[in-house]
């Protein structure tokens, strides 16, 4: 796992018996997608390099007689992929093993960990938490088993800040939302988070003039009925 903003080298060995240059491909792959171009290398011979436009700025590549690497700087949430490298010599078949997995993770500054304790109308059996604002840590949830979860990140552009959370539920009601991280036990959290207030907020607000429009509908055509 590699953080967003660094660099990682991938490294990729190969052998043939054929003499002459040897041109090193090296593709990205995203799941249930297929190959994509990335750079080509070529070894044994005057040196060359062709690059995708993407990978103009922040891919390279170096090949020695036997091995390859491609390099890959600033990383962002994109570079996360399946990366192969194929030599071809004298017009081989390219042949792709598995590839060599990357994931990159967001860099969330200032982690301050909050857990809230959701509670949907008319939803009885289950007890839903929301753990947010932690950083790229394992989080193990505490309690009880059978805990499912979805991880996710939220980017605020506007304030050019990442958060990193997690949905967790179960059906048992007596789960009471707590978490570890690094050895550190988190509960409860005992202030509210504005953000989720805002939205409490707006979910009435809207359900007013619900409310509202439906009666007034219901009222025109009672007149009209009536006339």
């Not at 200032?110 to 839903?128: A, C, E, F, G, I």
């Not at 989080?139 to 506007?158: D, F, L």
Request: glycine share 6%; hydrophobic share 35%; with cysteine.
């Amino acid at each position: 796992l590699d953080l967003e903003g660094g660099s990682v080298t991938l490294l990729c060995s190969y052998s043939t018996t054929v003499t002459g240059s040897v041109y090193l491909y090296w593709y990205r792959q995203y799941p249930s997608r297929g190959l994509e171009y990335v750079l080509l290398r070529v070894a044994r011979g005057s040196p060359y390099e062709n690059k995708a436009d993407f990978a103009e700025k922040r891919f390279s590549s170096t090949a020695t007689d036997d091995s390859t690497s491609l390099s890959i700087g600033e990383l962002s949430l994109s570079d996360t992929a399946t990366y192969h490298c194929h030599g071809v010599n004298n017009g081989e078949i390219l042949v792709f093993g598995r590839g060599t997995r990357l994931s990159v993770a967001p860099n969330v500054t200032n982690p301050q960990p909050r857990m809230y304790h959701l509670k949907k109308p008319r939803v009885n059996d289950l007890s839903v938490c929301l753990f947010t604002d932690f950083g790229n840590e394992e989080v193990n949830m505490m309690g009880i088993n059978n805990i499912k979860r979805t991880p996710s990140m939220v980017a605020e552009k506007r304030l050019a800040s990442k958060s990193l959370g997690i949905v967790a539920w179960n059906n048992n009601l007596d789960w009471k939302c707590q978490a570890k991280i690094s050895n550190i036990t988190y509960s409860l959290s005992n202030s509210s988070d504005p953000y989720l207030n805002s939205i409490n907020l707006a979910m009435i607000f809207l359900r007013v003039i619900f409310v509202k429009t439906v009666g007034f509908n219901l009222l025109m055509t009672l007149k009209l009925w009536s006339s």
